[in-house]
């Protein structure tokens, strides 16, 4: 099993993010866009890399 996340757009600045590890453990954090970009575009570079 991968850890994941979920995000719901609460207003047009900001993402809850709810982050859930391979273990079952979760974590919720409030993000810019910002934030959530960068959070994504990480998690896209480690895709890549562990292919």
């Given at each position: 099993m ?9 207003d ?9 590890s ?30």
């Amino acid at each position: 099993m991968r850890s994941f996340h979920t995000a719901v757009q609460v207003d047009s600045a900001l993402w809850a993010v709810t982050f859930v590890s391979e273990f079952g453990f979760h974590e919720t954090r409030i993000l810019t866009g910002a934030e959530f970009i960068e959070v994504i575009s990480a998690e896209a570079q480690l895709g890549c890399e562990s292919s």
